[in-house]
């Protein structure tokens, strides 16, 4: 019988899974919303007594999204007040939505990356993954291999797409 031979991990192919860099911890949205007066306003008095009442600890640890949910103008100083609160209990504060977050997070693990393993190498980029990644992941890091990379490719080891091939 003759014995099978792993072509791929012959190839010297390096698969890198973005799905891995997915930062751990709960993601939670900051609606200012429930704090407009009459849904439109907000009233500096009323939002800042909401500010000293509010049990800030249950967001200790967690990745934080400050928005408001309803098409209202909402003064700079409201979010700088939230952020101002959120500061020394939460992981990560971004305003936005939780896809701006998740994009931040992946952003964040991206540039901080150890690139010295993939100097060189031919990286397969997969595609597929049980959790969301935003495509903003795969073009930041598409952006920092491409310059230290012999090739980049996209999807399994056993099925590829070629994104970058380093001229000769």
Request: proline share 4%; net charge negative; charged share 25%.
């Amino acid at each position: 019988m003759e014995e099978i031979v792993n072509k791929v991990k012959q190839s010297g192919l390096i698969q890198i899974d973005l799905e891995e860099f997915r930062p751990a911890g709960e993601r939670l949205f900051f609606d200012i919303a429930p704090q407009l007066y009459m849904g439109l306003a907000l009233r500096e008095q009323e939002f800042r007594s909401f500010i000293q009442s509010h049990d800030w600890a249950q967001y200790a640890g967690k990745h934080v999204a400050i928005g408001c949910t309803t098409d209202a103008i909402i003064p700079t100083w409201a979010y700088m007040l939230i952020s101002s609160n959120l500061t020394e209990k939460a992981a990560t504060i971004v305003y936005g939505s939780l896809q701006d977050l998740e994009k931040h997070l992946f952003d964040e693990v991206i540039q901080q990356l150890n690139l010295d393993a993939y100097e060189d190498g031919k990286i397969v980029i997969k595609g597929c993954s049980k959790e969301s990644v935003p495509l903003d992941a795969y073009v930041a890091l598409t952006e920092r291999l491409r310059p230290i990379v012999r090739s980049i490719f996209f999807g399994e080891p056993c099925s590829t797409v070629p994104i970058y091939k380093k001229a000769k």
